[in-house]
């Protein structure tokens, strides 16, 4: 699946200068993991991308790389993404291609 349609989405949010934010797809990858997985809040969702390689492999991010802080997720959430239509395109895309069936390869041996 191809995120980088977030960028176009949220490019207006973002400030040329200053320090540089964390990446929209990572913070958009890492709600949609909390979503798909039920996971209930930002803080856990931190404490279980942290800890669980194939989530790590999923955002892009390196073992050695820092998750972002639950607070940063919780803010662009609540200030940059409020009064928005940012999220409202994206989810039902991902959802509806997450639900897509599996296909059939076969019975195991």
């Given amino acids: 699946m191809d995120f980088r349609f977030i960028y176009d989405k949220v490019e207006h949010l973002y400030a040329e200068i200053g320090r540089p934010g964390v990446d929209p797809v990572v913070l958009f990858k ?23 390689v194939a989530y790590r492999w999923f955002l892009g991010l390196e073992l050695d790389q820092r998750v972002p802080d639950h607070s940063t997720l919780s803010q662009n959430r609540r200030r940059r993404f409020a009064g928005t239509t940012v999220r409202s ?3 039902p895309k991902q959802i509806s291609i997450a639900a897509l069936p599996v296909p ?4 195991p041996m």
């Fill in 30 to 52: 890492m709600l949609l993991v909390g979503y798909l997985y039920g996971i209930p809040s930002e803080r856990r969702l931190e404490e279980e991308i942290t800890l669980n």
């Fill in 89 to 91: 395109p994206m989810i």
């Fill in 104 to 107: 059939d390869y076969g019975s």
